[in-house]
């Protein structure tokens, strides 16, 4: 298969870890006979330098002409005191609206070698594996008006939730038919105790559930959820919630499971998926070589899954990188006690070699 994307390396620690999932894509590419035609452009604070917008028009079009995105990440501190819509994170905001990507996937996986890694006691965290399905272009980030007006000392903030029923019920048959798939659990996450939005999100989220008789559908208050997540995250299977919420509650579950780095994420919907780790650009560490590329590298396992359908491929990257954790490697913020954390390129490197291995494996068992 012809596997043709476009590569957002973006900003600070964007392009080390976007490197290596680019590194590991190759090597599955070869080990099971794709052919990958890669074109690299510019986002976020890397491309206003470069051409005084966060999203140039060629990066739109090539996105847009490709099967899939993978993006590393964007924002920089250099850009905060910039007009709105020449701040980094706009382009990434006006991306995810290009490609209609209305759907964010963002699975939260306690690897078995990692159970020491996460702030919660071994048995509390052991087995959790949570798929956070995010609603991505509604809500606060999106709604208008909004704006800071009036004089300095005396202004006014406004910024607008907004949600319409259709938006709602495509976000939530997205996470029905994913439950169906998995252990057929859907929570949906609200605050609809004060928000008339997310009163109509349960109406909507319920009626929904009818047609899903086999899945399991339960109801919580953003608070009471985000307390939860913490004493009992093996419980969650499928978690259903708005923009906002859901931004929260999967950096949220990085932490349970040990690290922000672990954490990948599928925006999908639209006509191209756009693919990246939950992380953000970490301007403290870019340059450094300490960041953890794991969360990209699993991201194009799940670019692999949902945008080409390719399971196998996207199973080869998830078991190398089980394998690399089982070895005993971890990055900075993995690393434990006496554990010596490696570079992120010596853990991409361990990715990759593991990889090679499976592939090798494979020709011999095919002889």
């Given at each position: 298969?012809?596997?043709k994307?476009?590569?957002?390396?973006?900003?600070?620690?964007?392009?080390?870890?976007?490197?290596?999932?680019v590194l590991?894509l190759?090597?599955?590419?070869?080990?099971?006979?794709?052919?990958?035609?890669?074109?690299r452009?510019?986002?976020?604070?890397?491309?206003?330098?470069?051409?005084?917008?966060?999203?140039?028009?060629?990066?739109?079009?090539?996105?847009?002409?490709?099967?899939?995105?993978?993006?590393?990440?964007?924002?920089?501190?250099?850009?905060d005191?910039?007009?709105?819509?020449?701040?980094?994170?706009?382009?990434?905001?006006?991306l995810?609206?290009?490609?209609?990507?209305?759907?964010?996937?963002?699975?939260?996986?306690?690897?078995?070698?990692?159970v020491d890694?996460?702030?919660?006691?071994?048995?509390?965290?052991?087995g959790?594996?949570?798929?956070?399905?995010?609603?991505?272009?509604?809500?606060?980030?999106?709604?208008?008006?909004?704006?800071?007006?009036?004089?300095?000392?005396?202004?006014v903030?406004?910024?607008?939730?907004?949600?319409?029923?259709?938006s709602?019920?495509r976000?939530?048959?997205?996470?029905?038919?994913?439950?169906?798939?998995?252990?057929?659990?859907?929570?949906?996450v609200?605050?609809?105790?004060?928000?008339?939005?997310?009163?109509?999100?349960?109406?909507?989220?319920?009626?929904?559930s009818?047609?899903?008789?086999?899945?399991?559908?339960?109801?919580?208050?953003v608070d009471?959820?985000?307390?939860?997540?913490v004493?009992h995250?093996?419980?969650?299977?499928v978690?259903l919630?708005?923009?906002?919420?859901?931004?929260?509650?999967s950096?949220?579950?990085?932490g349970?499971?040990?690290?922000?780095?672990?954490?990948?994420?599928a925006?999908?919907g639209?006509?191209?998926?756009l693919?990246?780790?939950?992380h953000?650009?970490?301007?403290?560490?870019?340059g450094k070589?300490?960041?953890n590329?794991?969360?990209?590298?699993?991201?194009v396992?799940?670019?692999?899954r949902?945008s080409?359908?390719?399971?196998?491929?996207?199973?080869?990257?998830?078991?190398?990188?089980?394998?690399?954790l089982?070895?005993?490697?971890r990055t900075a913020?993995?690393?434990?006690?006496?554990e010596?954390?490696?570079s992120?390129?010596?853990?991409?490197?361990?990715?990759?070699?593991?990889?090679?291995?499976?592939?090798?494996?494979?020709?011999?068992?095919?002889?």
């Open positions: 298969m012809l596997l994307l476009t590569i957002l390396p973006g900003d600070g620690i964007g392009a080390e870890v976007t490197e290596q999932a590991v190759q090597a599955v590419a070869e080990a099971f006979g794709h052919q990958l035609q890669l074109e452009k510019l986002i976020g604070g890397a491309a206003v330098a470069a051409a005084n917008d966060p999203l140039p028009a060629e990066t739109i079009q090539a996105c847009l002409s490709s099967s899939a995105v993978l993006l590393g990440a964007v924002g920089s501190p250099a850009f005191d910039y007009p709105r819509h020449l701040r980094p994170e706009a382009g990434l905001l006006r995810r609206r290009e490609l209609g990507a209305y759907a964010n996937l963002r699975p939260a996986v306690c690897f078995p070698a990692l890694s996460s702030p919660l006691r071994a048995e509390v965290v052991r959790t594996d949570i798929l956070i399905v995010r609603e991505l272009l509604g809500g606060l980030y999106f709604g208008e008006p909004r704006s800071i007006a009036g004089e300095a000392g005396s202004r903030a406004v910024n607008t939730m907004a949600y319409d029923e259709p709602i019920e976000i939530a048959r997205v996470a029905f038919d994913l439950a169906m798939k998995r252990r057929r659990k859907v929570l949906s609200d605050k609809a105790n004060v928000l008339e939005c997310s009163r109509l999100w349960r109406e909507v989220v319920t009626r929904c009818k047609d899903y008789s086999g899945v399991q559908l339960s109801h919580m208050y009471s959820a985000a307390m939860s997540l004493q995250p093996g419980d969650f299977d978690v919630t708005e923009n906002m919420f859901g931004d929260i509650l950096d949220q579950a990085g349970v499971v040990g690290s922000l780095g672990l954490l990948a994420s925006s999908v639209g006509r191209v998926g693919y990246e780790p939950v953000g650009s970490a301007p403290d560490i870019a070589g300490i960041a590329p794991l969360g990209a590298i699993l991201s396992a799940m670019l692999l949902h080409f359908q390719l399971g196998n491929e996207a199973a080869c990257i998830e078991n190398a990188v089980n394998e690399t089982n070895q005993g490697f913020d993995l690393a434990r006690g006496d010596k954390p490696v992120t390129s010596a853990m991409g490197y361990q990715v990759v070699e593991a990889i090679v291995r499976s592939g090798a494996l494979k020709a011999r068992e095919s002889i």
